[in-house]
């Protein structure tokens, strides 16, 4: 059995999977060398934070915009709490909606469940939107759709906080 990683390579290997795997034809091996440890100890490292559930997976960021997905939609509805589950349940598994999630309603914003839509063409993706209503059942219920105008940033996500300097 392979030696385990100290507090500081955890840490920088943290921080390195954060940040994506590296293009290169053995990217643990580049991981480890980067966290100043070995790849066996490194891919233990990530099979025991995969099965202590700290993820699930690894995936990838797609630059949507470079491809021509410029119709952005976040779909929030108004859905009566006892039925939020079901109906988010049907949308996170419906083709088309990439992001699906239920959030608290707010003074002045009655919505609760947030569904993410991207096409190529603003008319295309309100015309799939609708179909998923009907489809689901959700047609009567308040809802809004709202197209992003800019973008401003796009990777995964990051949980390590940045180092700040003393001064």
């Known amino acids: 059995m392979s030696e385990q990683l100290t507090g500081p390579q955890r840490e920088q290997l943290w921080r390195l999977l954060e940040q994506g795997l590296p ?16 790849e066996v100890q490194a891919l233990a490292q990530v099979q025991e934070w995969q099965q ?5 997976r690894f995936g990838v960021v797609v630059r949507h915009r470079a ?6 939609c976040m779909l929030v509805l108004d859905i009566p709490d006892g039925q939020v589950d079901q109906a988010g ?12 999630y239920q959030r608290p309603r707010r ?3 009655p919505y609760n469940l947030f569904c993410m839509v991207h096409g190529r063409c603003r008319e295309a993706v309100e015309r799939h939107v609708a ?4 489809k689901h059942g959700l047609s009567g219920h ?3 759709l709202l197209f992003s105008t800019r973008a401003f940033k796009q990777r995964g996500a ?8 003393n001064g």
């Open 23 to 38: 293009l290169v034809p053995q990217p643990y091996a580049e991981l480890a060398r980067q966290a100043g440890c070995t």
């Open 52 to 56: 202590q559930g700290m993820f699930r």
């Open 67 to 72: 491809l021509g997905i410029n119709a952005n």
């Open 89 to 100: 349940e049907q949308l996170a598994a419906s083709p088309g909606v990439n992001l699906c």
């Open 107 to 109: 003074p002045g914003w």
């Open 131 to 134: 179909q998923l209503l009907v």
């Open 142 to 144: 308040p809802h809004h």
């Open 158 to 165: 990051r949980y390590s906080m940045p180092e700040v300097g």
